[in-house]
């Protein structure tokens, strides 16, 4: 499968079609289904990396993951199922997206939580604040000591 | 010798600023002229650190390979520029940049704070000084750069060739500027927080110090973005990299307290938060270091990653931080509420800002730490990658950009939205021609590029309708007239404005790298072309050559579009002799509104080599934004008001001068 799919790549390479890949060695006869793939593979870890996808390492095991979305793409799979295929195998730790569940939703909540409680914090302070009477700040001894000199001095032209 | 006085010097600076610290945090309690120490310990802890970084570059220059840090990141066939670059590109090295940042910082406040009390600048002198104490014992025990080695070896282990390169030589300084300088903003706070006292003159003398860092880290950030952009091989400009996220949480931080640090400049009014602002911001400067250091997090600038380090900033953290809010807690509650204002004010607009601000540094916070704390919880991994800010991040900024033109446009205490929106009319219908003339131009993109590229006209056009606006622009003032009033405005008023549209730019530059990339990736044997967004590349020749510590394969690739001969590129392929690494030399051509970016792959067989090439539209504009909103802070730090020193000159200058002041 790989080999017939490694030559067709290759005949694409030296036709020199244009088209989108990462490789020219990898890329997909269906340009649709390339796009896909280019779509998925920004949202994989490349896991050898450094918090880098897929899409964007010259690492061996981001080509293999590569070459794996694009064959699973190929097989038929759907974009979906390619995810749920390549989580299967590597962990949740290969999703840049996580997903939304019992571990995470304080991640993707957190955002709209922390906005809530800043507008409630907002609100009551502004109404307390508006019962509050303005006490205008004194002066200290040595600032009201200053404020003379100034004025004294000003006085005498 | 010249090593052991660096050393020296480092010990007696430690000794130095801990009478700094000493003399008015402790000493002004039994005596207050105690405190007045702190101003010599300052200046004289700024020049002993300069003697020891100075020590540390020299050994550098000359290639002293019986130092163990010059060993560990040097060797002698580098440039000058990258052996001297190497002395604060490790770990090491860097900190001692830091303290000696945090001692310069000191020594100004002493050199320039000569309008502070006597008291406020004492307080704030011995927390820096506090500040110093930590991070030189931290130097000493942990990180010491000085440590000889016996034997010495004949040459080094090279510094990492990717870091090898002039915006990354000046990277740290400036970003350490930004973290450091906001030691100065939480110094203040601290400093108030003993005193008692925040008032419109402690806002005012903390607002330039703040602004100045902010410069300071905003120059650094585009750097290593700019730098990563060329240097990395693929043309991203941001990958919400941990390591990022630990500089952008402080500068999205210390946005905010510039802006809140205003209304209590002008108003009075938002003190506490302030002082928090002020404390968080420079928590989150120290969390950068800490993440940075300790190797918890997994990055592309993982240098100097030892646990033992890490705990030791955590307790620096725990203590400044737990110190500072501790206070806070204690004394907070005394200060006096001040500034009424109106749901609808400058006040309420700023408030908005920073809820805005603090909520979008709470989520890459929050992105940033939690697989940390799943891991550490139960173990399961997880990854927070660019999808997941794309998804949180960027609709909480963006309501913070449509409101950006407001702010200027409204009056303080009550205001009238009517009024302020009629004023950015102009700004609006800019704004609507932009999507559209977007839209009609982008074939497939994604639908929300042209309104990215609106909200860039509305932030530009918007920033200068506020100037417009003030000189009475069309509102029967004659252009010359108006001209003459623009350049009467206070220089914080055109700082105000050039900073805002510098944010307008570089959202058009995001958006352009974001929508509308084109890409295309080809084996190219000699002579044969590709084509990519209507250039086309022909390989005319690939040679190899050796450089001064590297081998590499460099390409020639004719550029035309149409037929016309536009450039010839010479993206090249590095491999360093000591660390045997492979990087890459992307060739870029610049027209200003996109760039051309090319890079060599690997041999592909058959006498073909791989390219890749890119054109990315409108990404200078991103670090042209990043400039000009750097340019517009410094610019409002020229202003009158804000030259620390001014009132001392007033007393010798014309009384008029004194009320060069931006109508409120």
């Known amino acids: 499968m790989r080999g017939i799919f490694s030559i067709c790549a290759l005949l694409f390479a030296v036709l020199l079609t244009p088209a989108y890949a990462v490789n020219p060695g990898e890329r997909l006869a269906d340009p649709a289904l390339e796009e896909r793939a280019r779509n998925l593979s920004q949202e994989l870890r490349c896991l050898v990396c450094q918090n880098q996808s897929i899409d964007g390492s010259d690492a061996p095991l981001a080509r293999d993951l590569r070459i794996l979305v694009r064959d699973r793409l190929s097989a038929g799979d759907s974009d979906d199922e390619v995810m749920a295929y390549v989580v299967a195998r590597y962990g949740e730790f290969v999703l840049l997206r996580p997903r939304f569940h019992g571990q995470t939703w304080l991640l993707w909540g957190a955002p709209f939580i922390i906005l809530l409680v800043g507008v409630i914090a907002v609100l009551l302070t502004l109404r307390r604040r508006r019962s509050d009477k303005i006490v205008p700040a004194s002066l200290s001894e040595a600032e009201k000591s200053r404020l003379e000199e100034i004025v004294n001095n000003s006085e005498k032209p | ?664």
């Open chain 2, 1 to 664: 010798m010249i090593t052991e006085l660096g050393h020296f010097a480092l010990v007696l600076a430690l000794g130095v600023a801990l009478i700094q610290a000493l003399g008015p945090l402790v000493g002004m309690y039994v005596n207050p002229g105690f405190g007045r120490i702190a101003v010599p310990a300052a200046r004289v802890q700024f020049v002993l650190l300069l003697i020891s970084f100075g020590a540390l570059v020299y050994s550098f220059a000359v290639s002293d390979f019986s130092l163990a840090l010059v060993v560990a990141n040097s060797h002698s066939a580098k440039p000058m520029l990258f052996k001297l670059a190497g002395a604060w590109g490790n770990h090491e090295g860097s900190m001692l940049l830091w303290a000696l940042i945090l001692a310069t910082f000191g020594a100004a406040v002493a050199f320039f704070g000569r309008n502070l009390p006597d008291g406020l600048r004492a307080r704030v002198l011995g927390v820096q000084g506090l500040i110093g104490v930590a991070f030189l014992l931290f130097l000493l025990f942990t990180s010491n750069p000085f440590l000889r080695l016996d034997p010495a070896p004949f040459d080094g282990n090279g510094l990492n060739p990717i870091l090898q390169d002039p915006a990354l030589a000046f990277h740290p300084p400036f970003l350490y500027g930004g973290y450091v300088g906001f030691s100065i903003a939480f110094s203040f706070a601290v400093a108030a927080l003993l005193e008692g006292r925040v008032d419109p003159a402690w806002a005012r003398w903390v607002r330039p110090w703040t602004l100045a860092a902010w410069c300071s880290l905003t120059l650094g950030i585009a750097m290593g973005s700019w730098w990563a952009y060329y240097e990395l091989g693929w043309g991203g400009w941001w990958f919400w990299d941990p390591v990022e996220n630990a500089s952008l949480m402080p500068w999205l931080l210390g946005t905010a307290l510039l802006h809140s640090a205003i209304v209590v400049e002008k108003r009075g009014a938002l003190k506490r938060w302030t002082l928090l602002l002020a404390i968080f911001t420079f928590a989150l400067s120290l969390v950068g270091t800490f993440l940075v250091r300790s190797g918890v997090l997994t990055s592309v600038h993982a240098f100097a990653v030892d646990p033992a380090r890490g705990v030791a900033i955590l307790i620096i953290l725990i203590f400044f931080v737990g110190g500072a809010l501790t206070l806070y807690a204690l004394r907070a509650p005394a200060l006096k509420v001040e500034g009424l204002f109106a749901p609808v004010s400058r006040e309420a607009a700023l408030i908005i800002n920073n809820l805005l601000l603090t909520t979008a540094t709470a989520t890459v916070f929050v992105g940033t730490l939690y697989p940390l704390a799943l891991d550490a919880m139960d173990g399961s991994k997880i990854s927070v990658g660019p999808p997941f800010y794309n998804l949180t991040f960027v609709p909480i900024v963006i309501p913070l950009l449509l409101l950006v033109p407001f702010g200027p446009m409204l009056g303080w205490k009550r205001a009238d939205v009517l009024g302020a929106a009629q004023r950015l009319g102009a700004a609006a219908l800019v704004a609507v021609v932009a999507l559209g003339a977007a839209w009609a131009w982008q074939n497939d993109g994604p639908i929300g590029a042209p309104f990215g590229i609106a909200i860039g006209a509305w932030l530009i056009v918007g920033a200068f309708s506020e100037i417009a606006y003030r000189v009475r622009l069309f509102r029967g003032a004659s252009l010359k007239e108006a001209a003459t009033k623009a350049m009467r405005l206070p220089r914080s008023a055109w700082g105000t404005t050039l900073a805002h549209a510098g944010v307008g730019v570089m959202v058009i530059g995001i958006v352009g790298i974001s929508a509308w990339r084109v890409e295309a990736i080809e084996a190219l044997a000699l002579g044969s072309k590709m084509e990519v967004g209507g250039y086309t590349l022909t390989l005319r020749d690939v040679e190899s050559f050796a450089g001064p510590n590297f081998q590499a394969d460099r390409a020639e690739v004719l550029v035309e579009r149409g037929n016309r001969e536009i450039a010839v590129l010479t993206p090249e392929k590095r491999i360093y002799s000591v660390s045997s690494m492979p990087t890459t030399e992307a060739a870029i051509y610049t027209i200003w509104i996109a760039d051309l970016y090319v890079v060599l792959g690997d041999e592909a067989g058959n006498g073909t080599w791989t390219f890749r090439a890119y054109v990315n539209p409108l990404v200078p504009w991103v670090w042209i934004g990043a400039v000009i909103m750097v340019i517009g802070g410094m610019i409002s730090l020229s202003d009158r008001r804000y030259r620390v020193g001014a009132p001392v000159l007033a007393k010798v200058a014309k009384p008029k001068t004194q009320n060069v002041d931006a109508p409120a």
